[in-house]
């Protein structure tokens, strides 16, 4: 890893951290309110959250929560209620590397299911064209002839 991803994943590693702090202090917390204490945009949070139940640092459960919009009135919608596993996130690296395995093996899982030929260095193939591997056939008054 270069410096540049190191720091962003420690940065990443520090905002889960913030997150989880908050779900530890309000056990039950909902994304919107998580957001909220964490003062950034519903995609990233959406995804970090994602990304830490993936992880086991948080759990989930899909709750009907209601709550009053600014007009006053009772809206009803379906949210993550998170509580909290640990006290503290897995280490960046950790992470990096423990989803980077499990990637691999799951896509060597599914070329194997479908058939997908995966080549391994060594001996190159065959037969594969490029620049003037195919035969061309020159007619009788062609420009070729």
């Keep these: 890893m270069t410096v540049m991803k190191a720091g962003r994943y420690a940065e990443g590693q520090r905002n889960r951290q913030i997150a989880l702090d908050h779900i530890l202090q309000h056990p039950g917390a909902f994304s919107p309110d998580i957001r909220a204490a964490m003062n950034c945009k519903a995609e990233i949070n959406s995804e970090r959250l994602k990304r830490m139940f993936e992880d086991g640092d948080v759990s989930r459960v899909l709750v009907n929560h209601s709550y009053r919009n600014a007009a006053g009135a009772l809206c009803n919608v379906s949210a ?6 640990r006290k503290k996130v897995s280490a960046a690296v950790e992470v990096v590397t423990e989803k980077s395995i499990r ?3 799951e896509r060597d899982k599914a070329a194997a299911l479908l058939g997908v030929y995966k080549h391994k260095p060594g001996k190159p193939l065959r037969a594969q064209g490029g620049q003037g591997s195919g035969r061309r056939t020159v007619f009788i008054g062609s420009t070729l002839a």
């Design 103 to 105: 990637l691999e093996i």
């Design 80 to 85: 993550y209620s998170y509580t909290a596993l």
